[in-house]
């Protein structure tokens, strides 16, 4: 006689643990415990250090799905960059995450590809998720983005620009005034012979063509015109940089300066002038935007204007908490940058310095 198998009842599932177990293992009020979750920065360090103990012996997690009925919100916020490749949106992040997080918020990261049409069904999906705030980049958007911005209702802020612009505010710098002040300083060590190379292929990428009009109208000013051909338009990998300098030079050889609208760019540009034998700063300055980590590692340091992207991540943060409160906030927030001048620019050569056209910064 066979014997049937025995069947084992399931363990019981285990009592999820609530805020008034951990106040009760800590000996403080359930009002405690949610201020230690969601503004610890009021709470004493002494007091949240207890209570934060306690959360991770109980292994307790707040529960989401409640929390967003009662407060008819889910403590989410959406940003879409154009790509997570460049260290200076990944740095912006961070920071947007970290002070989020402060606060109980969660976010949901998308990347574009700077692609307009991408960045609408990511904005899509994001809404669909039910967030309660948008982060974006730049102010190139479609006009279907901005409507279905509208009819979700929820507050939005773009970054590293710092007009507002269809009716979406922003934090950011000027890019234009950057690369103006980059070229003007360029100008002030004798360079007269000019090339560019700019990521501006993509039409969502306004901050680089701004950055290129920053360079234009600061040698316009001094009645040096760029050709098209010293102009090289591209993407924004090393290897478009260092192909965009072999162009360059092939079409220009007496180039003494080279402007590039990211550090990307530049750092390609510096690696294959050191191929072509090239030496910078000696032969070719060269300049980049942004100042990630590496441009001060470089051999030589590059020059570069610096993007306070962490401050523009956590002024994101604060903008989207303080509307979704209903606190006043700003349309535009104009942040510094900084012209960072290292190694890869110097005078050029001295049979190549025109005396008239010597300047000094701030002539």
Request: charged letters at 25%; proline letters at 6%; hydrophobic letters at 40%.
């Amino acid at each position: 006689m066979n014997k049937k198998p025995i069947i084992e009842p399931k363990a019981r599932q285990q009592a999820r643990v609530k805020i008034e177990d951990v106040a009760r293992k800590a000996n403080v009020s359930p009002a405690t415990v949610s201020r230690v979750l969601n503004h610890p920065e009021i709470v004493r360090p002494e007091l949240r250090d207890k209570v934060m103990r306690h959360i991770a012996d109980l292994s307790y997690t707040r529960d989401s799905a409640a929390r967003a009925l009662k407060s008819g919100r889910m403590r989410t916020i959406g940003v879409i960059v154009p790509t997570l490749a460049l260290g200076i949106f990944a740095e912006g992040v961070e920071a947007l995450q970290n002070r989020l997080s402060e606060s109980g918020y969660t976010l949901f990261i998308a990347n574009s590809q700077y692609d307009q049409r991408r960045e609408l069904q990511e904005l899509q999906s994001l809404i669909e998720r039910g967030i309660d705030g948008i982060v974006l980049v730049g102010g190139s958007h479609g006009r279907e983005l901005r409507a279905l911005i509208e009819q979700a209702a929820v507050p939005v802020i773009t970054t590293y620009v710092c007009k507002a612009a269809g009716g979406i505010p922003a934090i950011g710098i000027d890019n234009e005034g950057a690369t103006r002040d980059m070229t003007e300083y360029l100008l002030g060590l004798g360079h007269v012979r000019f090339g560019v190379i700019a990521n501006v292929n993509s039409p969502s990428n306004d901050r680089s063509r701004a950055r290129l009009e920053g360079i234009q109208r600061a040698l316009t000013k001094v009645e040096i015109p760029l050709k098209p051909t010293q102009i090289i338009r591209t993407d924004y990998s090393l290897v478009q940089g260092r192909n965009a300098l072999r162009q360059l030079l092939t079409d220009h050889p007496d180039t003494t300066a080279v402007v590039c609208t990211t550090d990307t760019l530049a750092i390609g540009a510096m690696a294959e002038a050191r191929k072509m034998g090239s030496i910078v700063p000696a032969a070719l300055s060269i300049t980049g935007f942004d100042d990630v980590e590496l441009a001060a590692q470089m051999d030589p340091p590059l020059t570069t204007i610096s993007v306070p992207a962490a401050e523009i991540g956590r002024g994101a943060a604060d903008y989207l908490i303080n509307a979704i409160a209903g606190t006043p906030v700003p349309r535009s927030v104009l942040l510094p940058y900084r012209l960072v001048m290292r190694s890869s620019t110097a005078p050029p050569r001295s049979g190549e310095r025109p005396a008239r056209r010597q300047r000094t910064r701030g002539q």
